[in-house]
């Protein structure tokens, strides 16, 4: 689908003109894309003193009154501390980097063919996002509903239609927490003020205490598991962490920490060699490339502890973020983009003084499915930062725990095959009451950026209540 052919329609002549993109930058920058975008900052406190930038793509349809039938869709970006652009500009935007290079391609698989998008940098201190940057799971929870708020008084005409959230990574606590907030908000506010929440789609997202705590960390067993069933450790070693789990379990012992250094011994061995924990079968390289100024940008090499900070002014060599430094630290780019001129140095991941809940947000399920709100799960299959085993792990938990029954069996689910007529496995679906699981074959970490025609059949289909689909398309 080209995208200068489609017809961006609905709303948005009331949408503010202060935060509309200059449709002229596309062309200039060389980027393939002509429809609306804004980008603006949404004011957190009364004093202006903490602002949230955000991004907001109006979905664009050839069928004319098909666009004021599609949801609202709040993309959130993990770390905690990494950037939403990331997801805008790589994962399910309306163009993405085209991997290897610097440069930009149209996305014949943005989330824009079915959903009008809205990405957020969250919180204080991430991206082009301004403030405190002290902060917590809750409270960056009440910010991103204030965040909300703000977004639907600068375009009141989304207020009126489906409200979805999703994201990646440590979006797992960003989304669950989020709408927390919002089905309390919801209790005490009037009916036209009522945030319309449908649903979440949460891939690869941290949840259980066993995933991405500090206590988790000290001795990763899903990700030792995952590793296993991969290959990437021997059967000696895979044996000595059997023998360990139930003593090491959510412990800090010296003795179970020293085993994640004989784990990575044997997957990277000398440190000149690379593995890339969002994508295990991926690769881990680094373009030379200059910014405006004629500076060369360093690398960072990813030194696998999951969810670890960025170091500001580098690039991390397994994400594919290059593109995005050179145009998010261009002056020209970010004036086109109302970045505020104060604003320092835009970093994949920053680090911020953020502190988190050892609890994760396991404990939210029973009250998000209580309250009618449809869950997708999604993981790929070969990301090692959250790896599926640990989600199977917690599913199967809260399927016991709350008795839910089972509403559709493991089975496997389709994409169309290069040819067209010959359909490939996509992965797999499972179905319990109120939470869907759906796994994407050979997809890592970022799996909108690995597979993205199966992302967005995914996603469509949850939003619109299809089934995936279980033969030839």
Same mark, same amino acid.
């Given at each position: ?19 509309e993109?200059?449709?002229?930058t ?5 980027i393939p894309?002509s429809?609306?975008?804004y980008?603006g900052?949404?004011p957190?406190?009364d004093?202006? !003193?903490k602002q949230f930038h955000?991004f907001?793509? #109006?979905?664009?349809s ?7 039938t599609?949801p609202?869709?709040?993309w959130?970006?993990g770390?905690?501390?990494c950037?939403?652009?990331y ?6 935007g309306?163009f ?5 290079t ?8 943005t989330?824009?063919n ?6 957020l ?7 082009f996002s ?7 799971d809750?409270?960056?929870? !009440? ?11 600068k375009f #009141? ?22 709408a ?13 003020d009522r ?6 789609m949460?891939? =690869?997202?941290c ?7 500090d206590?988790g960390?000290?001795? #990763?067993?899903?990700?030792y598991?995952?590793?296993h069933?991969h290959?990437?450790i021997?059967?000696?070693l =895979?044996d ?8 090491c379990h ?11 250094g ?6 990277n061995?000398?440190d000149?060699?690379y ?7 991926g690769k881990?390289?680094?373009? #030379?490339?200059y910014n ?10 990813f030194?696998?502890h999951?969810?670890?900070e960025?170091?500001?002014g580098q690039?991390n060599?397994?994400s594919e ?23 320092g140095y835009w =970093?994949?991941?920053?680090?911020i003084d953020y502190?988190k809940d050892p609890g994760?947000t396991?404990?939210?399920y029973?009250?998000l499915? !209580?309250?009618g709100?449809?869950i997708l799960k999604?993981?790929g299959?070969?990301?090692?930062i959250?790896p ?6 917690w ?11 089972t509403?559709?069996e493991w089975?496997?689910?389709y ?10 496995n ?5 179905e319990?009451?109120?939470l869907?699981?759906v796994?994407v074959r050979?997809?890592?970490h970022?799996v909108?950026?690995d597979q ?8 469509s289909?949850f ?6 689909p279980?033969?030839?398309?």
């Amino acid at each position: 689908m080209i995208l200068s052919l489609l017809c961006f329609i609905g709303f948005v002549v009331g949408f503010p003109k202060e935060d509309e993109v200059d449709g002229s930058t596309w062309s200039k920058f060389k980027i393939p894309f002509s429809g609306k975008m804004y980008s603006g900052y949404l004011p957190i406190d009364d004093a202006g !003193k903490k602002q949230f930038h955000y991004f907001a793509f #109006p979905a664009f349809s050839l069928a004319g009154p098909l666009q004021a039938t599609f949801p609202l869709v709040l993309w959130l970006n993990g770390g905690p501390g990494c950037s939403s652009l990331y997801g805008a500009m790589v994962e399910n935007g309306p163009f993405t980097v085209e991997l290897g290079t610097n440069n930009f391609k149209q996305n014949l698989f943005t989330w824009l063919n079915f959903a009008n998008m809205f990405y957020l940098e969250s919180p204080a201190g991430v991206g082009f996002s301004f403030g405190n940057t002290t902060t917590d799971d809750k409270s960056t929870a !009440k910010d991103n509903l204030k965040a909300v708020l703000e977004f639907f008084k600068k375009f #009141p005409e989304y207020k009126s239609i489906d409200f979805y959230i999703a994201g990646e990574s440590w979006a797992g606590i960003y989304i669950p927490t989020l709408a927390n907030e919002i089905i309390d908000y919801n209790s005490n506010a009037a009916p036209g003020d009522r945030i319309r929440l449908k649903g979440l789609m949460i891939g =690869n997202g941290c949840t259980d205490p066993t995933e991405c705590t500090d206590l988790g960390f000290n001795f #990763p067993v899903h990700f030792y598991k995952f590793l296993h069933n991969h290959g990437f450790i021997s059967e000696k070693l =895979n044996d000595k962490i059997e023998q360990m789990t139930s003593y090491c379990h959510m412990k800090a012992y010296p003795e179970c920490m020293e085993i994640y250094g004989e784990v990575m011994e044997q997957i990277n061995g000398d440190d000149d060699y690379y593995f890339n924990p969002y994508n295990v079968y991926g690769k881990c390289y680094q373009l #030379p490339f200059y910014n405006e100024n004629g500076q060369l940008i360093k690398g960072k090499r990813f030194k696998l502890h999951p969810m670890k900070e960025g170091v500001v002014g580098q690039v991390n060599e397994c994400s594919e973020s290059e593109a995005l430094f050179l145009y998010l630290n261009n002056a020209a780019f970010r004036k086109a983009l109302h970045i505020r001129e104060d604003a320092g140095y835009w =970093n994949d991941c920053s680090n911020i003084d953020y502190n988190k809940d050892p609890g994760a947000t396991y404990h939210l399920y029973p009250k998000l499915l !209580k309250n009618g709100i449809r869950i997708l799960k999604f993981s790929g299959d070969v990301d090692a930062i959250v790896p599926i085993t640990g989600t199977l792990y917690w599913i199967d938990k809260l399927q016991k725990e709350l008795n839910l029954p089972t509403i559709e069996e493991w089975r496997p689910w389709y994409k169309p095959g290069e040819k067209g007529t010959e359909p490939q496995n996509a992965g797999n679906v499972w179905e319990i009451d109120g939470l869907t699981f759906v796994s994407v074959r050979n997809a890592g970490h970022m799996v909108p950026m690995d597979q993205p025609e199966a992302a967005s059949i995914m996603a469509s289909h949850f939003i619109f209540e299809m089934p995936l689909p279980s033969d030839i398309l």
